[in-house]
């Protein structure tokens, strides 16, 4: 009996044709783990890097919006024009009780009541020396005459008696309560020279008073490694209540400084913030940012 042979018409990968297709699949695996390894990476310490610089700049952006309204009194322009239009009369140059009367057809504004300074100045042509004589309102008897007594004026040891009970147009002014000559740092605050803390006010309730809880300031904290921002209590940068700015559960602030670029009685007075900081977690992630601040309110009113 004849054999009868069936070709098969299967065909395959020979073992190197396999070991080929094996090798060159791992290649593409490996590239591709690579480029996602690769773009985790990134997206990781692009998060990381973002996480730092909003902390730091969202913190710099709060100090610089607030520095910026250092001094700022609320009707400043409404009292210089007040007082360089009209005169004032005093029942007496020095002593309590005296009442202050303007010149005719003038009428204070609302916003001249009880603790409002009324500051002239004298100057000796020999010495070259300022006099600075004040009045704090105590009370608004009308529109036009308030209650007073002579006290020392803002920065001064003690009270100086009028030169005249007839004070001019142009001569004399409402004291600025937030004066940016207040803004106190933890030293001599002189210029080119780097600080820790700064302490100023601004009239924020819009009163033209300066009020016990209208200042405000930042320090460096470097047990926490933070950046504070003055709350209640005394206002000093090395007392009161302070809290803080930054999260020191994620960032430690490594340095906050603060440095006056411009001399005293500079007409604008500037200041360079510079913060610098690093991730708690990924202390390899730091970073600095600093800005340049201009306080723009008049230092004298």
Known sequence: MPIIRIKSSQSGLTLIELMVAITLGIFVLSGLVYIISSSIKTNTETLRSTQLNQELRGTLHLIIRDLR??????????????????????????????????????????????????KTASLDIITGDITNSCITVTNRNSNTQLTGNNTACPGDASATAFPSTTVGASSWIFENAFTTKDIVTDAANAIDTTYTCMIFGYDKDKDNVADSNENYGYRYDNTEQAVETWQSGTVACNDGIWANVTDEATVDITSFLITRLTPIGASVLEYKISISGRLQAHPEYSRTVEDVVRVRNDPVL
Do not use: E, Y
């Open 69 to 118: 309204r250092a001094g700022g009194l609320n009707d400043a322009s409404d009292a210089i024009t007040f007082s360089t239009s009209h005169g004032l009369t005093l029942s007496a140059a020095s002593g309590t009780g005296i009442t202050i009367t303007t010149s005719p057809a003038a009428q204070f504004d609302d916003w001249v009541v009880a603790g409002v300074v009324i």
